[in-house]
């Protein structure tokens, strides 16, 4: 176990065997489509399982192994992030116009999502409705890929490679099943992938550098920071300045939503606006806010939640730190990966992806559109558990 979640984590292993074998199954199996879609956090993480040092940034050699293992698609969650920074942006945009409810909750995270829906069910309108981007990966490729290149959505399988254990549950959610058929198929973490690949005698650090495929390889740093605490917000806020002022976005960045604290909060002035936000990482602190939040005392706009401290960079199924005394510095080596890898990239902000705009416009129709909301954004229920 992860040993930072244990209030939430709904699956309570680290591992799941029987997964692993199932997708070492469907890799021999010639007549399935094999896409894999990888989070964020993994390109600063998977290394380390290699004897790389915390922080190698490996994306290219990601690309490489899982083509190698023999996946047909090689995707990348980050895409899907940068379509979460525009469809949460658009959403924060509307509660700003229509005057809330505030503050709207991130909802990315599916053991803090879980959290809320066992303790706090009475502030589920909060939270904002988009499904993760693992989620709306997977519904992206069961009706849009599939409409596109005219698959039987029987034939397709989808793998997703993450760093926690909780994504695996939230797979299995009956809210992400559309007519039938599952958005993601199986979930493997860091170390389940990196057993598979040890597994198959792969020398992963030889490995040349490759890209993901397109359309949904391609993506900015917006997506890219979903990886590290403090990133969705700071996605889905360049969404909204973007929106806000029409102007291009340069080197934009929210330093005071950074940092490892377990909350951080700021104003943001944008325009004529001013936004209170806050951060949480680490599930322990955030019951004072909603503690405050029910009694009517907060003031805030908009709060981001991860259920780990650090963020999906510390997940429960990253590879393990060898000594406590290590944590810290560990953690701070991957996350100043992600924020060192995203500077090297050429847009900053989800609404410059050329593959995301393209999408808006042959199959979406538009932020929050009906088939966004149909395919993007889900609805949660009160799991509150009474004891008699
Ligand atoms: Fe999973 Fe990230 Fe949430 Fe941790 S913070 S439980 S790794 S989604």
Redesign the pocket.
Known sequence: NCGQ?VVTCPTGAASDLSELERVKEVLEDDSVVKVVQCAPALRVSLGEEFGMEAGSIVPGRMASVLRKLGFDRVYDTCFAADLTAMEEGHEFLERLERGGPFPMFTSC????VLYMEKNYPELLPLLSSCKSPQQMFGALVKAYMAEREGIDKDKIFLLSAM??T??KYEAKRPEMNKDGYNDVDAVLTTRELAQLIKEKQIEFTDLPEENFDVPFGLYTGAGVLFGTSGGVMEAALRTLVKKLTGKPLKNITFEPVRGAEGVREAVIGIENRKIKVAVVSGIKNVAPLLEDIRKGFSDYHFIEV???PD??IG??GQPRIPKRSLRKMVLKKREKAIYYYELGLPQIAAVDNPFIKALYTEFLGGPLSEKSHELLHTVYSDKKIFFH
């Open positions: 979640c995270c599916p053991a803090w760093p926690c909780a994504k991860m259920a780990c963020g999906c997940g429960g």
